[in-house]
């Protein structure tokens, strides 16, 4: 069964630059990695540019995308799917799944902070293991996205492969 984190924030958080370090990270050391990602916006999918290119660019075998224009795994389909939904859909070989949003989803979270978030304002989200930020914030555990990929692959997925 595959791994699975969640990376949650507000907008300009560092979702995106997170999710892609860790999915090239992943797989230069040769694991399958599938990113979902939620959009509340009008997004499209595999556009230069846009982070579903980003995250197929950055070696992610398959990415799903659900925006206010649909559903796209390569296909559009407007629904409105939860993430364990969406993870049904993926390949059976995947061994590490990274969600982007989806907040309310049961999954472990990892938390990125912008300057100006607190960390009341995640409260109300079950299953948060970690928080981060990109730049220097007083909440955070971690901050850089070389901390966060270290603690992901020393502390927080030899635990979750057990």
Known sequence: MAVTLQIIGYKK?????VTAALTQALH???LRVSV??????DAAM??????????????????ILQSANGLFYHQSQ??????????????DDVDVILIEGFK???YPKLVLLRPEDHLADFAKFSNVIQTASLN???????????????????D???LAQE
Do not use: E, N
């Open 13 to 17: 958080s560092g979702k995106t630059t």
């Open 28 to 30: 230069t050391k040769g």
């Open 36 to 41: 979902i990602k939620h959009d509340a916006h």
């Open 46 to 63: 595999d556009v230069a540019g846009t982070d579903t290119a980003r995250f197929a660019a950055s070696g992610a075998d398959s990415v």
């Open 78 to 91: 407007p629904q409105d799917v939860s993430a364990p939904a969406l993870i049904d859909w993926l390949p």
């Open 104 to 106: 309310p989803a049961p």
């Open 136 to 154: 220097d914030h007083p909440a955070a555990t971690l901050t850089g996205v070389t901390a966060i990929t270290t603690w992901f692959f020393t």
């Open 156 to 158: 927080w997925l030899p």
